[in-house]
């Protein structure tokens, strides 16, 4: 067991995004432009559109073509994977579904979830999939003081609909998939409180090893390494998904990464993550983008005020805060899907990274993002 500690890093990360341009810095060695599509989910009130862009190094552009990802919702759950987006949409008490859609083929296919169920009371709690399964977290009302708990195990590969339901002793929180072995972070809402790490082994749908996380776990994702990330508040867990070995990380005071409200995971091929960050007093803005290195145990904050003019963040973009964030690799820039103040609108930014955070360009959107996909 190790323990290591990020005290202070948040500071010192604040200096270094401070440097920054607008028109960039002599001395750069040329980057070769490549051609990257990127599909952005939008939200306009409660319903969810998509649309596509072209782009390289040089610009950005709107793509007239139409997505088969039809508008929709907002969805209670989702899970992604690269291109592949699964959304749950609950549809009575006890029906939902699942809309599997891959941005990279342009393929959609709907699978009902619970077709096989009649006068219940059932809430999903989280989806997750592999190449051949789709795993979704539920929970049954029996009765006002009787609930089960389940893991329900869809055979995507089937043509009809095949599944098994894997029973559980305790309320299912968060899912996640490493190692072929599929981790469920649960609570135990009879006893104690404390919340629990079940590990169900894929080849036989079985549960084989419980750990006790203790309070407060906020949420479980996997890392570049297929190591389970445990989230909490004031630290995070990286338990190895092959020998269970774990090492804390101890946030200090006004360090913490604050990754436990992200809903969705974008590494870069360095395992650094991608997401809208709580700002407080680092930024006039509610949330801005950061960046993780989990190797280095550092947060980088990219301020709004770091890398555009005033009278670009408040009069030519109209921005209120950063929503979704995304690395394209290829081009080297940080995407970053933001809001405009007091409008269902919003645009994407694109900047060079930290260690000097350059301003590339800007397009408008018609909704605010919600997610950002790279083809």
Known sequence: MKTYNIIYVLLALLIIGCSKSEEGTGGEVEQKSVDSDYVMLLTNGSNLTTQLLNANAEVITLNPAESSLAENTIPQLTSIDGTEFYQYHKESDCGGKITKHDFATDKME?????????DCMLTAKAIAFSDSSLFVAYELEIDSKTHEYMIRVIDLNSGDFAFIDVPLNKKPMDLSLANNQLFIMTLDVEISDENYLSVMDLSSNSLIHEINLGFRARRIFTNMADDIIISYDELHTTLNSTNMSVVYTNYGAGTEPKFTTNTTDHFDLDGRLYYPIVSE?????????????????????????????EAKRDFEFEIETATALNYDKENNMILIGYKKLDKQKGGLLRIKPAPEPVFIDNIALDGVPYEIFIK
């Open 110 to 118: 709907e699978i009902l979830l619970f077709d096989d169920m009649n």
């Open 281 to 309: 007093s680092v930024s006039i803005y509610p949330e801005i983008p950061a960046v993780y290195d989990f190797s280095q145990n550092v947060v980088t904050l990219y301020a709004f005020e770091n890398f555009l003019t």
